[in-house]
């Protein structure tokens, strides 16, 4: 049976000019359709083909930064389907949540999963700057990629942040309020923060006011944090994402040590200039370089 | 009498309610995190060291290491592993504990306490010591500004791209210690502050009517200074003190070592020591709360401090 599906598989499918038009490389059964498997792929491509070995190791990455991604993936997903059946306005949202939990197949656990997804999301980023802080992977070359990380850590936070007002609960209610209270005591920009009177801020004018879409959390506070929280912020991070991704490569790939042959090299250089000799600088070890 | 009040009012019950309740959970997860990977990572550190010590390369390093292998098998492999066990356990997760619902908003019915989400709870918590406009904007500003200033301000050459702990004593503590704080601070936040945002101990009943006395003074009430003195000679102590906080300590700290004030230059040196102060200015406020009751230590007609 295995044989002659096999057989059929071979003779039949692989050939065929639907399969040759999606693969574009022989199965990946060897090295260099694996290799090919990898480069040709829109999303394996994001990887190189080959890594230093330490690099596939949990112990060093702690896979932090693809769980993140991971979650995003299935924020997206999940958040799209819970799209279908919300109405981000102020009569209707509450009810909304109580149908999924209560009527729509799987609701609850496509709303659980959601949820608890965005945690694990804001733990995810968290660890992945923990690792990345203590393996030193900030440095030279990837200032920048660090940089761009940690505006992608703020918008998660306020991804999980505008998405918790969305269930219009009691919990959501004041947890934004007790949240965008912040923003009244903006110095200059809130109607409550130091020196806000010379700019003539009210609370009907102020920066919470902008966020708010009125003096207290209503339902125009709804629509904004359901647009923020769905279109906008995505849109912004899906960007921030794109730039992120293609900068470790573009950075030299994952971080780690140098090779052992240049760190000796450097090793003999140091010597020699602590020795006060002048070091030559040879053909060879300026390829290195 | 007294003896049924102090069992109603200790009991574990209600702290493991708190602990409990769904939208906490993640904070025990985070615990837990915490715990295993800090192991994970000074464990490797402390070996690498060793290994360094030894004249050997660092476990990265390591020819055998450094060798290349195949994206496929080698790391997909255990990228599909790692995405499917994540998946399992989301799935698990949702399926046997619920996302909390409550009632319907309402404008009119305040909930006390009102929290923020758990990982804000870290700065609800400073508002504690500090006004809104510093603990709610200030502050998280400098967070990010320094977060992304880090890189920039860290000149050390050595310690990139491995785990050590010899190498980069100086920021690795640093980190910690802001890590540490913001983490403390949201266990705080969720599980010893009750109504009123007032303080309770595991175990302590989370009394509405709990009576706190308002015993907060400002620094010039602490020097008996007339209140009524005009605001910049009163404050002039207060005054005298953060500036020579943001002053002389930079000052005295680049005399006592050359070699940190020279390896950095004048503008990463100022960026790091103003950062390293602003960070050390929270537990300082939090001392000075619990030692001398302090409320704010400088007060203006515009804003307090």
């Not at chain 1, 999924?100 to 959601?114: A, K, S």
């Not at chain 1, 505006?151 to 949240?179: C, E, H, K, N, R």
């Not at chain 1, 806000?196 to 102020?206: F, P, T, V």
């Not at chain 2, 790391?75 to 989301?90: D, K, P, Q, S, T």
Request: hydrophobic fraction near 50%; glycine fraction near 6%; proline fraction near 6%.
């Amino acid at each position: 049976m295995g044989n002659k599906l096999q057989d059929f598989l071979e003779t039949q499918v692989y050939p065929s000019q639907i399969w040759q038009s999606v693969f574009r490389h022989g199965r990946p059964v060897n090295d260099r359709n694996r290799s090919l498997a990898v480069l040709s792929n829109v999303f394996l491509h994001l990887h190189p083909i080959r890594l230093p070995r330490y690099a596939t190791k949990y112990t060093y990455t702690w896979g932090m930064g693809g769980i993140s991604f991971l979650l995003f993936l299935v924020e997206t997903v999940t958040g799209i389907l819970l799209m279908f059946y919300y109405h981000p306005t102020d009569t209707l949202a509450y009810a909304d949540i109580k149908s999924l939990e209560f009527d729509v197949p799987f609701g609850m656990l496509l709303r659980n999963m959601h949820r608890w997804g965005a945690h694990m999301m804001v733990l995810a980023v968290w660890f992945h700057m923990y690792r990345v802080f203590l393996t030193g992977s900030y440095k030279k070359p990837r200032e920048f990629n660090w940089g761009v990380g940690v505006i992608l850590l703020t918008i998660t936070l306020f991804m999980s942040f505008t998405g918790y007002l969305l269930p219009w609960d009691q919990l959501a209610m004041w947890a934004i309020t007790v949240g965008t209270n912040m923003a009244r005591a903006t110095p200059f920009l809130g109607h409550e923060g130091p020196f806000a009177e010379y700019l003539g801020m009210k609370n009907n004018n102020d920066v919470r006011f902008a966020l708010l879409g009125g003096t207290v959390v209503g339902g125009p506070t709804l629509i904004r944090f359901y647009v923020l929280h769905c279109i906008a912020v995505p849109f912004v991070m899906s960007f921030l994402l794109s730039v992120h991704f293609w900068r470790i490569r573009k950075d030299g790939g994952i971080s780690g040590p140098q090779s052992a042959r240049l760190a000796n090299l450097n090793k003999v250089t140091q010597v020699k200039a602590a020795q006060g000799k002048k070091v030559e600088a040879t053909t060879e070890n300026k390829a290195e370089k | 009498m007294e003896e049924t009040t102090a069992v109603t009012m200790y009991s574990l019950e209600n702290f493991i309610e708190i602990l409990t309740l769904p939208d906490n959970i993640p904070i025990v997860i985070l615990i837990t995190m915490l715990v295993t990977y800090t192991g994970i990572a000074f464990y490797k550190a402390f070996d690498n060291d060793k290994r360094i010590a030894a004249g050997r390369p660092v476990w990265e390093g390591e020819p055998h290491n450094q060798e290349k292998v195949h994206t496929w098998p080698h790391l997909l492999n255990i990228e599909f592993i790692v995405a499917i066990l994540v998946m399992a356990g989301l799935t698990l997760w949702s399926t046997f504990l619920n996302a909390p619902l409550e009632e319907p908003a309402n404008n009119s019915v305040t909930p006390n306490p009102s929290k923020a989400p758990w990982y804000f709870l870290g700065l609800q918590e400073m508002l504690v010591y500090f006004d809104p406009w510093i603990a709610g904007v200030i502050l998280p500003s400098i967070i990010i500004g320094g977060l992304v200033a880090i890189p920039y301000i860290d000149t050390n050459p050595k310690g990139n791209g491995y785990y050590t702990w010899k190498d980069r004593k100086f920021a690795i503590s640093v980190f910690m210690f802001g890590w540490l704080l913001w983490i403390v601070l949201i266990i705080e936040g969720t599980f010893l502050r009750g109504p009123g945002w007032n303080f309770f101990m595991p175990g302590e009943y989370w009394d509405a009517h709990k009576v706190v006395p308002l015993v907060n003074v400002n620094f010039y009430e602490l020097l008996n200074i007339d209140p009524t003195t005009p605001w910049l000679i009163r404050e002039l102590p207060a005054l005298a003190l953060t500036g020579a906080y943001f002053s002389i300590i930079p000052f005295v700290v680049a005399k006592l070592n050359k070699k940190f004030y020279e390896d950095l230059g004048l503008i990463r040196y100022s960026v790091t020591i103003m950062l390293l102060l602003l960070l050390a200015s929270l537990p300082i406020k939090m001392v000075l709360r619990l030692t001398l009751n302090l409320k704010y230590l400088i007060v203006t007609p515009w804003f307090n401090i």
